[in-house]
């Protein structure tokens, strides 16, 4: 089955160090995005990526960080997590503005900052 | 300010009975809506869409409605299972804004059984 996947489920860190997060898909859909969620709110989106082109979201603090080294592959890397960032990371892919408009969600990683 | 909105925190149905869950929207701009089901602890799971050009679209159980003219759009569960009681958000999008998802804050179903 084609799908967004992400390792791992669940993260662990100290406060301070960096950690990163992975996103890999089987769609092979154009675009990427980065979202963090907190219990009880929207999904916020952090950045995105429409095949190499990167798109930040003027709110994302600069201590989050992306790559993406091929289609199929998207990382998150926070430089310096602080309590603030515990949440949940969800990776989306799309076939793009102009062939799909529907995002498709991976499990999402939970982050806890200890 | 609130582009999307879902009013309604949360919901409670009788299992077997209609769910209804709303959302209204300000920017006359969307032309695309999506409704997304999430369990806690796992990601939104995509369930249903509607383009601005129609105002119903049915899959299985599920059925979306949406009123341009009341800049408002309707999820429709028939009939309502245990399973379905999770968050539903509400989200929108539109061509000049990159189809970035704008989302509403969700609403709580509980169907019991």
């Known amino acids: 089955d084609a799908m967004v996947i992400q390792n791992p489920r669940y993260q662990v860190t100290q406060f301070g160090k960096p950690v990163t997060l992975s996103c890999s898909q089987t769609?092979?859909?154009?675009?990427m995005y980065w979202y963090q969620q907190k219990s009880s709110q929207a999904p916020k989106l952090l950045f995105h990526?429409?095949?190499?082109?990167?798109?930040n979201e003027a709110d994302t603090p600069d201590n989050f960080q992306s790559r993406r080294p091929n289609t199929s592959f998207c990382f998150l890397d926070i430089r310096s997590p602080g309590l603030g960032d515990a949440a949940m990371y969800l990776c989306?892919?799309?076939?793009?503005?102009?062939?799909?408009?529907?995002?498709?969600f991976g499990p999402g990683t939970r982050l806890l900052v200890l | 300010d609130q582009q999307v909105k879902q009013n309604s925190p949360s919901l409670s149905v009788q299992e077997g009975r209609i769910s209804i869950l709303n959302c209204d929207y300000t920017?006359?701009?969307?032309?695309?809506f999506l409704w997304y089901k999430k369990y806690p602890a796992e990601g939104p799971t995509f369930l249903i869409s509607?383009?601005?050009i129609k105002d119903k679209n049915e899959d299985g159980r599920f059925t979306v409605f949406l009123n341009k003219s009341a800049k408002h759009l309707s999820l429709h569960i028939v009939p309502s299972q245990p399973g379905d009681s999770a968050v539903y958000f509400c989200?929108?999008?539109?061509?000049?804004?990159?189809?970035?998802?704008?989302w509403g804050l969700g609403t709580s179903l509980g169907v019991n059984p």
């Open positions: 509607i383009s601005s």
């Open positions: 769609l092979n859909h154009n675009v």
């Open positions: 920017n006359s701009m969307f032309d695309y």
């Open positions: 989306a892919t799309s076939r793009g503005p102009q062939g799909g408009e529907t995002q498709y």
């Open positions: 990526y429409y095949d190499k082109d990167f798109n």
């Open positions: 989200a929108a999008s539109d061509a000049g804004n990159n189809r970035k998802l704008i």
